[in-house]
């Protein structure tokens, strides 16, 4: 990296050039391909949150961390899919989701977007706190928990299943708004990371459409 520049304005700065003349100095058929490659699919890929965004009008940002250590393995991504969809489904949240690998490489969180219609079902979130009653340790509510002077928000329901859940009311902000979507998107090719992971998303429900998921014991409430 070059002194003075961090690694955001290395990479602004090497992806201009590359829209400019269409190659770097210094960088052999190869590199310039996976490279070339790597920002076409993270433009898609942008192209296709933001248009999940005006679609469905999703007005809250989403970090899903699962709780249980073998629910999180890659592994088990797909049962951990279907039954956040089949959760939303449920709550009638519409979402725009992506799993991203933890530093060990073995688990996973999600991050992305989400509108909720029922706002009877979101609660402040709180930092826990130990008070001790009777010489017992009771778990209460602390301070409410609040990022860059704004409120933090869960839906129990989701915690109660998947782990911890944080969501955050989306800026106006247009710029605002960039930053969040290319939070969501950082590691989002194979150049980021080992694996590369497809957007979860929510469709629109067909009119007159059955309700298919009647079964409430689902994998995670029978302990899979």
């Not at 509510?141 to 990022?147: E, I, L, N, Y």
Request: charged share 35%; hydrophobic share 30%; with cysteine.
């Amino acid at each position: 990296m070059l002194e003075g520049k961090t690694r955001y304005e290395e990479e602004k700065e090497f992806y201009w050039k590359l829209r400019r003349f269409g190659t770097v100095s210094g960088m052999t058929y190869e590199d310039h391909w996976i490279i070339r490659k790597d920002y076409e699919k993270r433009k898609n890929k942008k192209k296709t949150v933001r248009d999940n965004i005006s679609k469905k009008s999703l007005d809250m940002f989403a970090t899903v961390t699962l709780e249980d250590r073998d629910k999180a393995l890659v592994d088990n991504l797909k049962r951990v899919q279907y039954s956040w969809k089949d959760a939303c489904d449920k709550l009638g949240i519409d979402y725009c989701m992506l799993p991203e690998l933890h530093e060990d490489n073995v688990s996973i969180h999600l991050h992305g977007f989400i509108r909720v219609d029922d706002k009877t079902t979101l609660e402040r979130k709180y930092y826990p706190q130990d008070v001790i009653r009777n010489g017992r340790v009771v778990k209460k509510k602390g301070s409410p928990v609040m990022r860059r002077g704004k409120p933090v928000y869960t839906i129990p329901h989701l915690e109660r299943y998947f782990g911890f859940v944080t969501l955050q009311y989306l800026p106006s902000d247009d710029v605002e708004m960039h930053k969040q979507v290319n939070y969501m998107l950082k590691y989002a090719t194979k150049s980021r990371q080992e694996i590369e992971f497809k957007l979860m998303s929510s469709r629109p429900k067909k009119k007159n459409q059955k309700d298919c998921h009647k079964n409430e014991k689902m994998w995670y409430n029978r302990g899979a």
